[in-house]
């Protein structure tokens, strides 16, 4: 069946340093694939999304580039900030409508301090 | 984005009691909402498939009969826990699917003692 796995948190990193949080899937097909993100005492919301090989998916500053090749989803950023801490989901689904069914990994938690 | 909330944001009760989970779109009428349901560390699993009007398509593994799910109008849908155990606990979410993505409410904590 379909699978996502993400490193495992907590991630603690100083202000302005350089993020990245794996993921990779297992699917047969052509998934498309999300992150989204979960702020302290809020529901999750869609950070960013990339329905084909190749695309770059990209939003504050985040980015997320689909690799079939490496069945790969990894999100970065080049300089977090304090308010980014929060909890991170790679996901994956089949439609990216809005009635498809989705997939998640564990979630990552990040952590930034001054 | 669209707004979605769950009340109650966490509940503790008694083995064998019912519980009933709401979940509103605050600003947004959807015909489809999702429930999952998270255990500590682990992923969000998706419970059930509520569509407004019809019944709801529950996931292999999930009890129709204990999970009872009730969309009655656009804007809410209703997740009841009937004689709840203990190994139901768990933190349960509810989405619904609007503008090319999912809106999520912010959870709701059970415990059931």
């Known amino acids: 069946g379909n699978s996502v796995t993400q490193m495992e948190g907590p991630v603690t990193l100083s202000e302005e340093a350089f993020l990245t949080i794996n993921c990779t899937y297992t699917?047969?097909?052509?998934?498309?694939l999300f992150w989204y993100v979960q702020y302290p005492g809020e529901g999750l919301q869609l950070l960013l999304k990339a329905t084909k090989a190749d695309d770059k998916g990209s939003n504050k500053g985040f980015e997320a580039t689909y690799r079939k090749e490496t069945t790969s989803f990894h999100l970065e950023k080049g300089s977090v900030q304090v308010s980014d801490s929060a909890v991170y989901f790679c996901?994956?689904?089949?439609?990216?409508?809005?009635?498809?069914?989705?997939?998640f990994g564990t979630g990552t938690r990040l952590q930034v301090t001054l | 984005g669209a707004v979605v909330s769950q009340h109650p944001s966490w509940v503790i009760c008694k083995s064998g009691t019912s519980v009933k989970i709401e979940c509103r779109s605050l600003d947004f009428q959807a015909t489809t909402m999702f429930w999952y349901r998270q255990f500590p560390k682990q992923s969000l699993m998706l419970m059930a498939t509520s569509n407004e009007g019809s019944k709801a398509t529950y996931e292999q593994g999930v009890e129709k009969d204990k999970f009872l799910i009730n969309h009655a109008s656009l804007t809410l849908s209703t997740l009841t826990v009937t004689s709840a155990h203990p190994e139901d606990s768990s933190f349960y979410i509810c989405?619904?699917?609007?503008?090319?993505?999912?809106?999520f409410g912010p959870g709701t904590r059970l415990l059931v003692l």
């Open positions: 989405s619904q699917g609007g503008r090319g993505t999912q809106y």
């Open positions: 996901a994956l689904s089949y439609n990216p409508g809005t009635a498809s069914k989705l997939t």
């Open positions: 699917a047969t097909g052509y998934p498309s």
